[in-house]
């Protein structure tokens, strides 16, 4: 007789808990992130936890001495190397096993008051709390590399372009400049980010806090969480701390992303805009002079997978019920850590790659000379001198270039005062008062820089008084990172001391 579908299927998954395929699928990855990313976080909560219930007069102080050593005795890197076997559920389980096999049945107690979804909860916050740090920490130290090459390139005058066509004479320091201020928002927005993410969902149990006189605003501060999440039905269901961060990552990466596709348009031969250092370019296998700038297509390409895990997360948390559910938990998580964990070490390459570039400074101003890219600047010095509306002038200036490039002609080197007046004297009745030198000057790119002085200007005396508030910026900015660091690094600090001293009490 044939074997049913049905019965074969019970024979490779089992008939308790957990089947074959739910461990592998769900199970086990889930216990391989948690141990090495949620263990010393939990650890933290035990403690601290504690510490509060002692203060509530809800655990004695022996009691919590016993459930103190047993929870120091906790081998982390053991835990660590653990595999899932489905004796326990998840890692909760687990510990909570070793913790009454360590201390009697009195560890139970530790779980006065509280649950997995409040606990779950903070551990999640408290893993991504720190991985936006580092991540900001690293933005920080790209910001620190440009505001340097922005110094440095104050005066290497470029092509600006609109429209992928050529616009205007600029410098690459302004360049620079604006991928500097691009980034500061996206710390700014990381930083609100951190905010959100860090507040205390802990007292607020399973759903609804406890019957039980605990301390919340204590456990805030014990684990270093700047607020309270108030509601506790929010603390369990509330998801948009993760949403926000991935938008936050999400759009940082996107915003870096254009200056790659712009880098790597720089660096083809046709532009010579700059040569890579060594380390960050590969040699082809078959064509011996091939330079590939792999380092930023590289970047380039993960910066749009950091985009999808965001996307993942988004996608992951829509149309879920408000309430604690998995579809915000332990499934969904990776996708943050990985997206945040890449940007940054995108973040590093790209630090690495641009202080270490060549730029050909020669070519990028023949280049800008070159061009029709300085008409603006003539069109301007008409009005001044030449009274015209600019209108007029722009007509004047439209009709100079179209004859210059009617007669085969490519860039302002071949625009003459006489064919200047010709064109004036058609469009506004009247030759142009200007001298062949005042010609010369306004068609120069290096003066069309030089007198854009307005805030927010490429002029190297402009960009010398935004590099100063922009480096004024990065000390506040890294004076923000070092206070929350020392938050987090003063609270646990402060745990650890109590924990000790119950730990030694009977040494």
Known sequence: MKTSLREKVLKKEGTTFPSKTYTSMVLEPAYNEAKQQFIDSMVEIHHAHLIMLVEQGLVGIEEAEKIARAVTNLDMEDVKGRSYTGEFEDLFFEVEHSL?????DIAGNLHIARSRNDMGIAIYRMTLRKKLLLLIEKALTLR???IELTDEHKETVMIGYTHTQQAQPTTLSHYLNAMTDMLTRDINRLQAAYKTVNRSSMGAAALTTSGFPINRERMKDLLGFEDM???AWDAVAGADYIAESATAVQLSALNLGRSMQDF???GTQEYGAFLLSSPYVQISSIMPQKRNPVSIEHMRALLSSVAGDCQTVLLMLHNTPFGDIVDTEDDMQPYIWKAIERLGGIYD??????LTMEVNKDTLLKRAKESFANVTELADTIVRKDRLSFRQAHHVVSSTVKELMKNGKSSLESLTLELLNEQSKKVAGKESVLTEDELKQCLSPEYFVQIR??????SPSRMEKTIKVRIQEQNELENWLNEKQDHLTSSARKV??????WTGAHE
């Open 453 to 458: 002085d307005l805030k927010g200007g490429p």
């Open 144 to 146: 620190e590399g440009l």
């Open 100 to 104: 009454i096999e360590d201390a009697g």
């Open 496 to 501: 650890k001391e109590i924990i000790t001293k």
């Open 264 to 266: 790597l348009l720089w």
């Open 349 to 354: 390459l790209l630090t690495s790659v641009l």
């Open 229 to 231: 999440i108030d509601n």
